[in-house]
């Protein structure tokens, strides 16, 4: 047998062809066969991908371009300039940037190990043409193997023999009730969800028996091509990374010009020679570096995933907070994440009427016992129920309304049953009922009627008439356009229990009780969620493997669906194949949910959007669901009925499960991003101030500022307060402005204009503060280089509190309420006048001799910056500039 074989469309073949195909009989393969095969296809395990050492994560963080950069200024400082205590503050930076890096991803790439682990431990399997028990690494293609319920399905298999055999496979198709298999051929183009024919592995057997042959293994099984989608998944930049590298590249070319600028206007001037000329232009070139910057974005992230665990949101990687912030579309799961992956009664027809779920019953109608009676369902010690979940929702509704199960077969236990079958849709069990015996039927409603004779209403029983019989089917179709999934029950009494329980014997002549109908429902909370992120600007979109009348439903319920849509906003996967990609790729925003889905359509999902240059999160909860999780700008995972696998694949995992955190998730993302903004603005316009100072200070011939006074407020002024903008509280209308998507970045939303005007007047008022001293009163050099210095350090801490909002004036957004804020202000103030007061220390920095006239126009033009900005605010808010960049576009 060749390995090609095992690639064969299966499903599409008969019984005698697929056992012909794979060298193999009913009686299984010899040992020395398998010992041959597993030779040839190996274990029957998924392959892991390679994991990154720790090295190569800490190695990793230094790919950013910012941070090549700042390794580049560090070279520069210490061999050219001669700035060593510049260049360990650099790299000093950038390793404890590192080091957080590595720490937040430590955990990550867990979803090929959480694949491996989900395989069973031991399979039936028939060797020699006898039972044996065997781990499942050692099953190879064409071995037979016999499932019962309970067990997990250990290969892919080509099922020939079916006892009524139910496989609940949501895990990996997305189907939200277990699939009732059936040994009919099914066409080529089956999506995963219709081959009733095949058992994949890692699914689950809930009910029934079944034997069939393994057509694949490994890495050949449908979570084996998972696995190898994550693993060919490229790891994507995050708008983060992106933001990052784009600032760094603009900060390269901006200090290469200002820097040869420099150079050759001194060079022309004759003031200083080259080599002076070339210190000085390194000296402005390193100032312009905002250091702090990659840390402090890292420091404010980590703060955010901090905050975002208290709300249930557990980050894995910490860009993905930021990322959430740009989040345009959302494709959701249906299963387990929009609903709640539990079947539940909705509707009981009895009397001749509908009546709601929520509404008193009578529990002495034959429609409660039918319900029950007909019924696998167990209870566990925890009193947990245990069974197929449509028949475990049928027991819930009962226990809630009063009717006690296990008391109720003490009294009348079952004496005799004939099994579900998939064929003519029924189960049936017989209990004793005083001198006679009670058969309760339960199963599809166009299947049971044909079996029924009589009707039960107000508790009298009469002929079922033509009339009647419409009436249940129009009952019937109502609740089925509503997707809910209709059971019907009957009953009748007989004298004895016949010899042989069969269909024949006991399905006949019955008295129809009632129609039972039932959903898996949606979550009460996802509903509001939905609307809310509608109104942030960002669209859900569903995806599932589920039915599309089901999905449509769900859809409508949840507003995802309402009056724009028309009928083609919904595709099931089939639909979505006989679409060419150039078409697709312009049509992906017409649709709005997806149904019966393969994994490959969830990737090709996800994918069309991005290529509309949308921000995707992707939510999901199932095995199906990896590859489009990693895949997805931002993948978010379910943590309690999410696999480990999902889990592993995503950004974010929700700790309750709760679409609705996604929503707070997002608010948090957003002031994330908004709060690096606010740090991007205070840093850069600072050392733009700087670096105006110095490049016209030079041009002037002025010796305004020492490598030292510029080293102490890089240090002193740019950090803390940077940080503390990182924990300013979110803006009242963040929610309401547009989502940033993929073209937005640092400087959007008024940041670069804000950043340059200020950075302008920063620098001008510090040059207006030399030349005052030193040229206007005449003071000593020493003194004019103080007083700048000084002027320089204090209006940056000044202008901190401008950065609090970009528009917002800063007396209507609480200017004393980030308490952090507050204390980081004050310690650098403290530093500042350390090197003031401290004996020795102020020698060096050349501030001694100061008087309070000197004082003042330090403290003047320091806090001046506060009314200038307040006035260019709202010169801007008056021509609606902040409405123009901000305010959502609905």
């Not at 499932?147 to 892919?156: C, I």
Request: hydrophobic share 45%.
């Amino acid at each position: 047998m060749s390995t090609e074989q095992v690639k064969k469309i299966f499903y599409a073949q008969d019984e005698a062809t697929v056992l012909q195909e794979l060298e193999t009989t009913k009686e299984g393969l010899s040992d020395a066969e398998a010992s041959k095969r597993i030779t040839d296809f190996g274990p029957n395990s998924i392959e892991l991908g390679k994991n990154r050492t720790l090295l190569q994560k800490f190695l990793d963080q230094f790919k950013d371009f910012m941070i090549l950069v700042l390794l580049f200024a560090a070279i520069i400082s210490a061999t050219v300039g001669g700035e060593i205590a510049d260049a360990i503050i650099i790299l000093a930076v950038v390793i404890i940037n590192a080091f957080l890096g590595v720490f937040q991803e430590q955990k990550a790439e867990e979803a090929i190990e959480a694949l491996q682990k989900m395989a069973s431990p031991l399979a039936n399997v028939r060797r020699n043409g006898r039972m044996v028990q065997l781990k499942s690494e050692e099953i190879v293609p064409g071995d037979i193997i016999v499932l019962e319920a309970g067990n997990v399905v250990p290969a892919d298999m080509r099922l020939y023999d079916i006892s009524s055999l139910k496989v609940e496979e949501a895990a990996l198709t997305g189907e939200s009730v277990p699939v009732d298999k059936k040994l009919e051929i099914v066409p080529e183009n089956a999506p995963l969800g219709d081959r009733k024919n095949m058992a994949f592995s890692s699914t689950n057997v809930t009910y029934g028996r079944a034997e069939g042959v393994v057509v694949g293994t490994a890495m050949n099984t449908e979570v084996g091509k998972i696995a190898h989608m994550l693993q060919n998944t490229e790891e994507k930049k995050t708008p983060l990374q992106q933001n990052q590298d784009q600032l760094g590249k603009f900060l390269t070319i901006l200090i290469l010009v200002i820097a040869v600028v420099m150079f050759f206007i001194g060079i022309y001037s004759g003031q200083r020679t080259w080599l002076e000329m070339l210190m000085v232009s390194i000296s402005v070139a390193v100032a312009a570096i905002p250091e702090g910057l990659p840390a402090i974005s890292t420091i404010i992230l980590a703060l955010g995933t901090q905050k975002m665990a208290k709300r249930n949101a557990l980050v894995r990687k910490l860009p993905a907070v930021e990322t959430l912030g740009g989040t345009e579309i959302i494709c959701s799961d249906k299963t387990g994440t929009l609903t709640q992956n539990k079947m539940t009664i909705e509707k009981v027809y009895y009397n001749g009427q509908v009546h709601d779920s929520t509404e008193e019953i009578d529990l002495t109608l034959p429609l409660v016992k039918t319900m029950n009676f007909a019924n696998d369902t167990k209870i566990s010690s925890d009193n947990s129920l245990i069974g197929d979940p449509t028949e475990t929702a049928l027991v819930q509704f009962s226990l809630t309304k009063g009717f006690n199960i296990e008391d109720e077969l003490e009294v009348t236990p079952r004496v005799g049953e004939v099994p579900f079958d998939s064929d003519r849709k029924l189960m049936s069990t017989i209990h004793p009922d005083q001198d006679r015996f009670t058969v309760y039927t339960k199963g599809a409603p166009d299947e049971l009627l044909k079996r029924c004779t009589s009707i039960v209403k107000n508790g009298k029983v009469t002929p079922l008439t033509e009339a009647d019989r419409n009436e249940i089917l129009d009952s019937n179709h109502s609740m089925a356009i509503q997707a809910l999934r209709v059971l019907a029950m009957a009953y009748k009494s007989i004298d004895t229990v016949p010899e042989e329980t069969t269909s024949q014997t006991v399905e006949q002549d019955l008295i129809f009780a009632g129609l039972v109908g039932m959903i898996d429902p949606e979550r009460p909370e996802a509903k509001m969620a939905i609307a809310e992120a509608k109104q942030a600007g960002i669209r859900t979109i569903m995806i599932t493997g589920d039915h599309k009348d089901t999905a449509s439903a769900i859809a409508k319920r949840l507003g995802i669906l309402n009056s724009e849509h028309t009928d083609n906003s919904v595709i099931t996967g089939s639909e979505l194949d006989a679409i060419p990609q150039e078409t697709f790729l312009k049509t992906v925003q017409e649709y709005a949910v997806y149904a019966r889905v393969s994994p490959e359509h969830k990737v090709r999902i996800v994918k069309a959007w991005q290529s509309q240059n949308k921000v995707v999160a992707m939510t999901g909860d199932g095995v199906n669901d990896a590859p489009s999780l990693k895949q997805a700008d931002i993948g978010i995972g379910m943590g309690i009925t999410g696999t480990e696998v999902s889990k592993g694949a995503s950004d974010m995992v929700l700790a309750d499960d709760n679409f609705a955190t996604i929503v707070h998730a997002v608010e948090e993302g957003r002031k994330v991003f908004s709060n690096i903004q606010k740090a991007v603005q205070y840093l850069l316009s600072a050392n733009l101030g700087e670096v105006l100072t110095l490049f016209i200070a030079t041009l002037l011939g002025w010796h305004i500022l020492e490598p030292i006074h510029l080293l102490w407020i890089n240090l002193v002024t740019d950090v803390f307060p940077a940080i503390a903008l990182g924990l300013e509280e979110a803006e009242e209308d963040i929610m309401e402005q547009a989502p940033r998507g993929n073209s937005s970045n640092f400087f959007s939303n008024g940041v670069m204009a804000s950043l340059v005007y200020q950075g302008i007047y920063e620098g001008a008022i510090t040059l207006f503060v030399f030349w005052l001293a030193t040229f206007h009163y005449g003071w000593d050099l020493h003194i004019g280089e103080a007083m700048a210095f000084l002027t320089l350090g204090f209006i940056q801490l000044s202008h901190a509190f401008n950065c609090k909002s970009v528009f917002k004036s800063l007396f209507s957004i609480r200017p004393f309420g980030n308490k952090q804020f507050n204390l980081a202000i004050l310690v650098s103030l403290v530093l500042m006048l350390v090197v003031v007061f401290t004996p020795g220390l102020n020698t060096i920095f050349g501030i001694y001799d100061m008087t309070g006239q000197q004082w003042m126009i330090i403290i003047l033009a320091a806090l001046s910056v506060i009314p200038f900005v307040e006035i260019a605010k709202a010169i801007l808010r008056g021509i609606g500039y902040d409405d123009k960049v901000n305010k959502l576009k609905m």
